[in-house]
């Protein structure tokens, strides 16, 4: 973990200063994916939630919950500073590491290139990969209604992510790499966890845990 930011302009010098380290390339499978959520009790109060499942049958195999207080003020495009502290620990309390992160926020669909999956990524070193339920940055048009059908995020001409429809019909996820990862096998992935509902079944258990303090 670096020295935690005690401004705005110290947090956006540190993102600017990893984003080099994060990577595009890595392993198209995986064994274990960890879904990671926070959830929040108050304005800076919060629990985090990490639930690991199985990648082939997504049974559950492992979690852990942290609760704790946002580590930094909220400021768009710099909120991993206030839940990554905490998620952190929660992983460390893993029995082992995953092989993949699902994070529940943005990886490379960020003004900076470097939210939340980003950094998570490269502190830890392990494949990760966005899931917002919300779009952040870039242009796009809305994907086909069909289950994989997806369209391309735009932010400056480059392209940070995709729009990616996981159930017929329902609204899209938009997806985003972490690091260690390229955005075609994330996308694979995140069908791959969402075989019935829209978000992937390791964000949507974490989230549950993070709520309530059980996966079921």
């Not at 400021?75 to 994070?103: D, H, N, T």
Request: glycine share 8%; net charge neutral.
């Amino acid at each position: 973990m670096h020295p935690w930011p005690k401004t705005a302009a110290e947090a956006e010098e540190i993102q600017r200063r990893l984003r080099p380290r994060v990577s595009f390339t890595g392993p198209d499978r995986f064994g274990t994916v960890a879904g990671l959520d926070v959830h929040y009790r108050g304005d800076d109060e919060l629990s985090a939630a990490v639930v690991v499942l199985d990648a082939r049958s997504l049974q559950v195999v492992d979690q852990a919950l942290v609760h704790g207080e946002a580590a930094f003020p909220y400021v768009p495009g710099l909120f991993a500073f206030r839940e990554i502290p905490a998620l952190v620990q929660a992983l460390e309390r893993l029995s082992k590491a995953p092989e993949l992160l699902v994070c529940d926020g943005h990886g490379l669909a960020h003004p900076r290139r470097f939210g939340l999956a980003c950094h998570l990524g490269v502190l830890t070193g392990l494949p990760s990969v966005g899931v917002g339920k919300t779009p952040f940055v870039g242009e796009f048009d809305d994907p086909a209604p069909a289950r994989g059908s997806w369209s391309p995020i735009v932010l400056d001409g480059e392209v940070v992510g995709r729009v990616l429809r996981t159930q017929p019909t329902v609204r899209p996820v938009f997806v985003s790499p972490g690091h260690r990862i390229s955005l075609e096998t994330a996308c694979e992935q995140v069908l791959r966890c969402a075989p019935r509902y829209r978000l992937p079944e390791p964000i949507r258990l974490a989230d549950h845990l993070a709520r309530y303090g059980t996966v079921s």
